[in-house]
């Protein structure tokens, strides 16, 4: 009878934090990235007067889907978190919430005066400072409110740090 010759299996071991490293250092991670760039899903969420623009800059005045900008009603399908306006301290915590359900990698605009520094409700006893400190914030919008075109700029800034990878967005829970 033959004797079965097999070699035994090699197995090697890996954690998921090796495989993302290696992916953000290979070229598959520049077609990641035009990937994500180029469908850049935002939360819908207007605060403030800041959200009137927010809104105006979905509707098909802008057509922010000719940039692969789509506004999306809940977070499990949003990756970029359009701050705008003011953060109340009752409100805080749901928006936590909001961000933590958003898959990674994720993005965060501020958009306005009130959420950059507090605007005219700086050091207001129930409007929270420094939203940076909380949230990782990939790109500013000055203004008060800034106009629906700022934040389409603002968009094409967060999709050039994306192409560049010098974005704070997570990969996959890895920082």
């Known amino acids: 009878m033959p004797k079965d010759i097999r070699t035994p299996m090699q197995v090697i071991t890996t954690t998921t934090s090796a495989i993302h490293e290696f992916l ?4 598959a991670q520049d077609v ?3 990937g994500r760039k180029n469908s ?3 939360m819908t969420q207007p605060m403030g007067c800041c959200g009137v623009e927010m809104i105006a800059a979905g509707c098909s005045h802008y057509d922010t889907d000719r940039f692969g900008i789509i506004p999306r009603c809940s977070p499990r399908h949003a990756d970029v978190m359009v701050i705008s306006g003011y953060i109340v301290r009752k409100y805080f915590p749901a928006l936590k919430r909001l961000y933590e359900q958003m898959p990674s990698p994720k993005w965060v605009i501020c958009m306005g005066n009130c959420s950059i520094s507090g605007g005219p409700f700086y050091q207001s006893y129930n409007t929270l400072q420094n939203i940076d400190e909380i ?3 990939d790109v500013y919008i000055t ?7 700022a934040l389409i700029q603002g ?3 967060l999709q050039k740090k ?5 974005d704070k967005g997570t990969m996959y829970g890895v920082k």
């Not at 953000?24 to 070229?27: E, I, V």
């Open 162 to 166: 994306i192409k560049a990878k010098t």
């Open 135 to 137: 949230f990782p914030v």
């Open 24 to 27: 953000k250092k290979s070229p």
């Open 143 to 149: 203004g008060c409110p800034p106009r629906p075109e």
């Open 155 to 157: 968009f094409i800034e």
């Open 32 to 34: 990641i990235n035009w």
């Open 40 to 42: 850049l899903w935002f």
